[in-house]
């Protein structure tokens, strides 16, 4: 079945610092692929998407590829602030599906200290 | 605006109670799902709805129940059958974009319940 491992967290960065979260994949056919934040107790936000295999996804200085070799979706972002702190997801719809089934990551928590 | 409500936002169960989470879209979406959180895990499926009348359970379905009688809501019922029902429970939605499939998710606030 389809499957999306992230990197371990919880991750501690300084501000402005460079952010790297992995996520990994394995599903059939081709999925859209999707990085979702969670601020503390709210719900998930889409943060970016890709559709489709070298598409690269971006928002508030997030960024994204859709490697199909790879077949991986890491998150970035150049310099981090203390209000990106928040849980981050990274998640799987597979292509074709019939209802729209979401498979998440296990999330990886990011804290930026000042 | 359009968007995803949930109530109430905190809900205390005693054992034994049934407990109704509410779940409104304006957003004229089709599809309506229902997910519980545990700390430290990702999201898991509970029920999801591609249209009005008709629903499907999720991976972990045991414990609760839903209805969908209007397009916009889909209320999720956490029974006296479900053992460990204290969790954070989101409610999302997408749009059925034909023979693309269904598109991104939206998701609500959140409600967290909590067994006393």
């Known amino acids: 079945g389809d499957s999306v491992t992230q990197m371990e967290g919880p991750v501690t960065l300084s501000e402005e610092a460079f952010l790297t979260i992995n996520c990994t994949y394995t599903a059939t056919g081709y999925p859209s692929l999707f990085w979702y934040v969670q601020y503390p107790g709210e719900g998930l936000q889409l943060l970016l998407k890709?559709?489709?295999?070298?598409d690269k996804g971006s928002n508030k200085g997030f960024e994204a590829t859709y490697r199909k070799e790879t077949t991986s979706f890491h998150l970035e972002k150049g310099s981090v602030q203390v209000s990106d702190s928040a849980v981050y997801f990274c998640a799987l719809l597979a292509g074709g599906t019939s209802y729209g089934k979401l498979t998440f990551g296990q999330g990886t928590i990011l804290t930026v200290h000042p | 605006d359009g968007g995803i409500t949930q109530s109430p936002k905190y809900l205390f169960r005693k054992e034994g109670q049934n407990v109704t989470l509410s779940c409104e879209q304006n957003l004229n979406h089709d599809a309506m799902y229902w997910y519980r959180q545990d700390p430290g895990q990702g999201l898991r499926l509970i029920y999801y709805s591609q249209i009005v009348n008709d629903f499907q359970k999720g991976d972990i379905a045991e414990g609760y129940s839903v209805s969908r009688e209007k397009k916009e809501s889909f209320p999720l019922t956490v029974t006296s059958a479900q053992k460990n029902p204290t969790a954070f429970y989101l409610c999302?939605?997408?749009?059925?974009?034909?023979?693309?499939?269904?598109?991104?998710?939206?998701f609500g606030p959140g409600t967290r319940l909590t067994v006393l």
């Open positions: 999302a939605s997408s749009i059925d974009e034909g023979l693309a499939g269904f598109g991104e998710q939206f």
């Open positions: 890709a559709t489709k295999a070298d």
